[in-house]
């Protein structure tokens, strides 16, 4: 951290990062904030963004401190908005409280706000500084900032495989790679995300739900549930579609077909199928930040390839399937020099399996 920031400031962003990260799954579209607002006398307020059109941290923590606000010093994860949106600007709430200095990890990347909220502090002659744990708080909302900054969400590729590499046996029968453990730990990283995608051929197959199943506090989200679909031909009463709210993506010249309970929206062709950049741009205008891929082996080489993928997530089972089973992902070979590197940073047991977390490597 910088010179600006004492390690009493860490101490306090560190909580107001464990408030944030109560919003995990919740908050989305937002970003997942926390605040900690403290005086002379210790911790007087603390608040945590819980949903959309909810008020901001900042402000439940206002409301926590009350007349005590005043004067006092308000640790926030991400820079307080400026703007009327759902709710009234926060930086104007600050303002009126009258505290003395804001302590935030980042600057906003909403365009709407945008380092507006600091000159907004910063010209009510609040002190503001800016920079402590941005990594941190920066990885809590990897998919709003990717919305922003690259017009794309955050994308993470969810595969299990054996110790061979495989995903399924060479005989096509049914089969769970991971353990029961596995299956429960993906449904934390559906909750979480905007979006859970896969693609057509997946549906054939394995007819699955993908939705969340397990609770995770008062306001769970299900995610939005996305299949590419090149010719529309999943099945109209895939699992899929169970429900209301589904969305399929079609090529601009697929035969006019209509499915029940969910749209149909149309982007270009690509080589293999559809134009998975295009794909992407549409869900960012959707408001999604982060999209979990469960797919098989041809799309996830697709997303792959397109350098679409952020982060993958690998659970590996004990077990072996053989050479001619399937594969973890189909990418051509002319395809590999332009690849990124992956790093691993994380390793976890999960039940019998080892759950490998990888982001890719810096230059």
Same mark, same amino acid.
């Given at each position: ?18 408030? *944030? ?43 926590? +401190? #009350? +007349? ?63 920079? #402590?744990?941005?990594? *941190? ?146 869900? *960012? ?16 080489? *697709? ?61």
């Amino acid at each position: 951290m910088s010179e600006e920031f004492s390690a009493q400031d860490r101490a306090h962003m560190v909580r107001a990062l464990e408030l *944030a990260a109560l919003g995990l799954y919740t908050t989305d579209p937002n970003p997942r904030v926390g605040c900690v607002l403290t005086n002379a006398e210790g911790v007087v307020g603390e608040g945590w963004h819980q949903r959309a059109g909810e008020p901001h941290a900042e402000i439940l923590a206002l409301r926590a +401190a #009350g +007349a005590q606000a005043r004067g006092g010093t308000v640790y926030v994860t991400l820079e307080p908005c400026s703007h009327t949106g759902r709710t009234p600007p926060c930086a104007d709430a600050l303002v009126a409280a009258g505290v003395a200095r804001v302590v935030c990890c980042s600057r906003d990347p909403y365009p709407k706000v945008a380092g507006r909220g600091i000159d907004r502090l910063r010209s009510a002659g609040i002190a503001v500084s800016v920079g #402590g744990l941005a990594d *941190a708080a920066r990885q809590l909302n990897v998919g709003f900032f990717s919305r922003f900054e690259r017009d794309r969400p955050f994308v993470r590729l969810k595969l299990a495989m054996s110790l061979d590499g495989r995903t399924a046996p060479a005989s096509g029968a049914k089969l769970w790679i991971s353990g029961e453990a596995s299956r429960a730990d993906v449904q934390a990283w559906r909750a979480r995300s905007s979006a859970v995608l896969t693609g057509s051929g997946t549906v054939r197959a394995d007819d699955p739900r993908l939705d969340v199943r397990l609770a995770y506090g008062p306001w769970v989200r299900q995610p939005l549930r996305v299949v590419l679909d090149t010719t529309l031909r999943s099945a109209p009463g895939a699992r899929i579609f169970k429900g209301a709210g589904a969305l399929v993506f079609a090529a601009a010249d697929a035969a006019q077909k209509s499915l029940d309970n969910c749209r149909i929206e149309r982007v270009p062709r690509a080589a293999g199928g559809l134009d998975l950049n295009a794909v992407m741009q549409r869900l *960012a205008a959707l408001e999604m930040n982060e999209v979990l891929l469960e797919c098989g082996a041809t799309l996830a080489g *697709a997303f792959i390839a397109s350098r679409l993928v952020d982060e993958l997530v690998l659970y590996v089972a004990p077990q072996l399937l053989g050479a001619d089973a399937a594969p973890l992902m189909r990418i051509g070979e002319a395809a590999l020099p332009g690849l990124p590197r992956w790093e691993f940073r994380d390793q976890q047991r999960i039940g019998d399996d080892m759950r490998l977390i990888l982001s890719i490597k810096s230059p």
